[in-house]
């Protein structure tokens, strides 16, 4: 029950220790101050009792949690936890954007930077914070962009690269951008523990597939449920599957004389290319194309489209599954 909390809340068991200890002391203190309110007034029907006891709830013991938390150390904490409730039961007005449902981002040209999804307080870490390790086993080139987009967010953090190639060009980049790498091995993530506990213990909540070649194993997708996306530089479920990656799906898309190509972000699945679709864009196919012509220009649409994506799910991924409940 403790690990779970930890996890919901993200903190250690000290922190985890004090907030206990915060909400253990502050509803003392609100019901110690609910008998006195009584005696002071002389109440003593029963149905009085119940009215003026909820009115204290409600007032009363956010004062005695927060002043409580300052005490402990925990009021950034307290202070979101509270903002929570008083969304929840409208009683503030919700500072996060309002987020596209799943169907709307699909095919979506709405345009949404960092910025505007970053706005509204960011006093500390313990929840605002969304953790992204990226895996990668080539160039890297949607890595540099992700962590382009994200380098001034305060909700979404580029923590770490993954990596199952040891002279992949994404390992430059991280060591240029200060970002720490997993390598990744074949034997541990598929027949071992599949990574699982060394990503919770570095607080990685999201999974980002950009160029990553291996399929995950099931231990790892069950750990992240609706938390690990892919990019496929085709229009799935065309040209998906089993080495289907990089330039062999372009070289296979020309060869079937296609007029159009471009992009699809899914979630993954314990298959190939086959989770749920996010988002899809489209691109032509000119007749004198090569891969690497058409390779460029599905770059070009990746680019534009990967980090925006990453950030309207993991924003909607935050307002459903909430940080208290
Ligand atoms: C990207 O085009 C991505 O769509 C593709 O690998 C490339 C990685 O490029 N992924 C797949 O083919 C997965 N099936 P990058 O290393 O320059 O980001």
Same mark, same amino acid.
């Given at each position: 029950?403790?690990?779970?909390?930890?996890?919901?809340?993200?903190?250690?068991?000290?922190?985890?220790?004090?907030?206990?200890?915060?909400?253990?002391?502050?509803?003392?203190?609100?019901?110690?101050?609910?008998r006195k309110l009584?005696?002071?007034?002389?109440?003593?029907?029963?149905?009085?009792?119940?009215i003026v006891y909820?009115?204290?709830?409600?007032?009363?013991?956010?004062?005695?949690?927060?002043?409580?938390?300052?005490?402990?150390?925990?009021?950034?904490?307290?202070?979101?936890?509270?903002?929570?409730?008083?969304?929840?039961?409208?009683?503030?007005?919700?500072?996060?954007?309002?987020?596209?449902?799943?169907?709307?981002?699909?095919?979506?040209?709405?345009?949404?930077?960092?910025?505007?999804?970053?706005?509204?307080?960011?006093?500390?870490?313990?929840?605002?914070?969304?953790?992204?390790?990226?895996?990668?086993?080539?160039?890297?080139?949607?890595?540099?962009?992700?962590?382009?987009?994200?380098?001034?967010?305060?909700?979404?953090?580029?923590?770490?690269?993954?990596?199952?190639?040891?002279?992949?060009?994404?390992?430059?980049?991280a060591a240029r951008?200060?970002?720490?790498?997993?390598?990744? #091995?074949? $034997?541990?993530?598929? /027949?071992?523990? @599949?990574? %699982?506990?060394?990503?919770?213990?570095?607080?990685?909540? +999201? *999974?980002?597939?950009?160029?990553?070649?291996?399929?995950?194993?099931?231990?790892?997708?069950?750990?992240?449920?609706?938390?690990?996306?892919?990019?496929?530089?085709?229009?799935?479920?065309?040209?998906?599957?089993?080495?289907?990656?990089?330039?062999?799906?372009?070289?296979?898309?020309?060869?079937?004389?296609?007029?159009?190509?471009?992009?699809?972000?899914?979630?993954?699945?314990?298959?190939?290319?086959?989770?749920?679709?996010?988002?899809?864009?489209?691109?032509?196919?000119?007749?004198?194309?090569?891969?690497?012509?058409?390779?460029?220009?599905?770059?070009?649409? #990746?680019? $534009?489209?990967?980090? /925006?994506?990453? @950030?309207? %799910?993991?924003?909607?991924?935050?307002?459903?599954?909430? +940080? *208290?409940?």
């Open positions: 029950m403790f690990k779970g909390l930890r996890n919901k809340w993200k903190v250690n068991a000290i922190q985890l220790t004090l907030i206990l200890l915060t909400f253990a002391i502050g509803g003392s203190l609100t019901g110690y101050a609910g009584m005696n002071i007034f002389g109440i003593e029907q029963k149905w009085i009792w119940i909820l009115l204290v709830i409600v007032i009363l013991w956010p004062i005695a949690v927060l002043i409580v938390s300052i005490l402990t150390g925990q009021f950034p904490f307290f202070l979101q936890y509270i903002r929570k409730i008083g969304r929840r039961m409208r009683l503030i007005r919700s500072t996060e954007p309002e987020v596209d449902s799943r169907e709307s981002i699909v095919n979506s040209d709405k345009k949404l930077t960092s910025e505007s999804w970053d706005s509204g307080p960011t006093t500390n870490d313990y929840r605002l914070t969304t953790n992204i390790a990226i895996f990668a086993s080539g160039a890297g080139s949607n890595a540099q962009k992700i962590i382009e987009y994200f380098r001034n967010s305060n909700k979404i953090k580029v923590a770490l690269i993954a990596c199952n190639n040891p002279v992949a060009g994404v390992l430059a980049i951008e200060n970002i720490p790498v997993l390598i990744i #091995e074949k $034997e541990r993530l598929f /027949r071992g523990d @599949g990574y %699982v506990e060394e990503l919770k213990e570095k607080k990685i909540d +999201f *999974i980002v597939l950009a160029g990553f070649l291996w399929k995950l194993p099931s231990r790892l997708i069950k750990a992240y449920p609706g938390r690990i996306i892919n990019i496929h530089p085709a229009l799935l479920p065309n040209y998906g599957g089993k080495g289907m990656y990089g330039n062999n799906v372009h070289h296979a898309v020309l060869a079937a004389g296609e007029k159009e190509s471009g992009i699809t972000i899914h979630y993954v699945d314990e298959y190939y290319d086959s989770g749920d679709i996010i988002f899809q864009a489209k691109c032509v196919v000119l007749p004198a194309d090569t891969a690497e012509t058409l390779a460029q220009r599905i770059h070009a649409l #990746e680019h $534009e489209h990967y980090p /925006r994506v990453i @950030g309207e %799910v993991v924003t909607k991924l935050k307002s459903v599954d909430s +940080f *208290i409940g």
